[in-house]
């Protein structure tokens, strides 16, 4: 029996004929897949197609966060804020402007690819980020932790800072592979050529 995982809760999807042999367990992620074959079936209609292909697809979870606004941007320039010791204002270069934002952290510098979540943005604490005024100075934004965005226990010591090559403007979530759907499969035992995801790929 298969079902879809989104959040906490769960439906059925598709089924597949039992075996009484023990089977083993294969997880596979949609984007992984994806790097070795071309894949344009959505996550159920692939499920669908390996039962008919004879593999049991037990379930699938939907991995999608609530910050798909958070984009890249880099840093021009990061100074002292005029009104706080321990804050910094940085202006913030995105694909088609600059602007200001008042940060905390103290680990970036001008250069560094970071992670901004634009006004709008929803972090997964369900905090909604709104331009603000912040001691005097607005800020248009805010620059995120890994632990902000639910990628890490702990912020690292300040802000993601992200590798040269990253493009300012893309969706982080989308450089990350963050949104992503993993299928369960139950292989039996005639079927060990599917017990990783280069078999699936074949199949």
Not at 24 to 36: G, H, M, S
Not at 44 to 57: C, F, Q
Not at 143 to 151: F, G, I, N, T
Request: with cysteine; charged share 25%.
């Amino acid at each position: 029996m298969a079902s879809r995982t989104f959040g906490s809760s769960t439906k059925t999807i598709c089924g597949s004929s039992a075996s009484s042999d023990p089977d083993a367990f294969v997880k596979i992620t949609l984007n992984w897949l994806r790097e070795l074959v071309d894949v344009v079936l959505s996550p159920d209609e692939l499920a669908e197609t390996l039962v008919m292909a004879g593999l049991e697809v037990e379930s699938i979870e939907v991995r999608r966060p609530t910050w798909g606004q958070v984009e890249i941007a880099v840093l021009e320039s990061v100074v002292p804020h005029p009104n706080a010791d321990r804050l910094r204002l940085c202006q913030v270069r995105r694909a088609s402007e600059t602007v200001a934002v008042v940060c905390g952290a103290s680990n970036m510098q001008a250069g560094d690819k970071v992670a901004l979540a634009v006004p709008g943005s929803v972090l997964p604490d369900g905090k909604r980020i709104e331009q603000a005024t912040i001691r005097g100075q607005s800020s248009h934004g805010m620059l995120c932790s890994a632990r902000e965005l639910a990628l890490a226990e702990d912020d690292g010591g300040g802000i993601m800072i992200l590798p040269a090559d990253a493009k300012v403007g893309r969706a982080l979530v989308e450089y990350l592979g963050a949104d992503d759907s993993i299928l369960e499969l139950s292989v039996t035992p005639n079927r060990g050529d599917c017990l990783s995801v280069l078999g699936v790929a074949r199949e």
